[in-house]
């Protein structure tokens, strides 16, 4: 048994083909274990109610959550249940939205799915950004979330995850 960390990864199909590079990062240099459904052998062939029996007892199992945010995983009915039941048992310790949106476009142009600005989000930051206190923020990939009053905490993705 590997003493990896285990990731649920909750992600629309038809974006798989474009999301193995990230798949691949979170696996390789984040050292985790990734779970994706339709790499299950144990799913059954057609959808149904044991799908989500499974699904549930895997995400409670899971060490993280992650959504892949992409637009089509945003407006899938699976993925914002896997979202909601996610959210039930990894909220925010646990779990976080990696938007893949396309360049020059925005968090509040998820219209209709404004909820998914309470959860914590994977960021990547090129360097040029600083902490309050004038400090650089270091290049790489954090998890981040907004406290009630405003303030943006920052976690390194590596730390996140451990």
Not at 4 to 12: A, C, G
Not at 99 to 118: A, H, L, R, T, V
Not at 122 to 150: L, M
Request: net charge negative; aromatic share 14%; proline share 3%.
């Amino acid at each position: 048994m590997s003493s990896r960390r285990t990731i649920f990864l909750s992600h629309k199909h038809s974006d798989l083909e474009e999301l193995k590079d990230i798949i691949g990062f979170l696996h390789h240099h984040c050292n985790v274990d990734i779970y994706i459904d339709s790499m299950d052998a144990g799913m059954p062939k057609k959808t149904c109610g044991e799908t989500a029996q499974r699904i549930k007892k895997i995400i409670q199992n899971s060490d993280r959550f992650i959504l892949l945010a992409t637009d089509a995983a945003i407006e899938s009915k699976w993925c914002n249940w896997e979202l909601g039941f996610g959210d039930a048992h990894k909220y925010r310790e646990k779990i976080a939205l990696f938007p893949i949106k396309e360049e020059e476009s925005y968090d509040f142009q998820y219209k209709g799915n404004e909820y998914m600005q309470i959860y914590p989000f994977i960021a990547y930051y090129d360097g040029t950004e600083k902490y309050k206190n004038g400090t650089p923020v270091e290049r790489g990939y954090y998890v981040c979330y907004y406290e009630p009053d405003g303030s943006l905490i920052i976690t390194r993705l590596n730390d996140w995850l451990r």
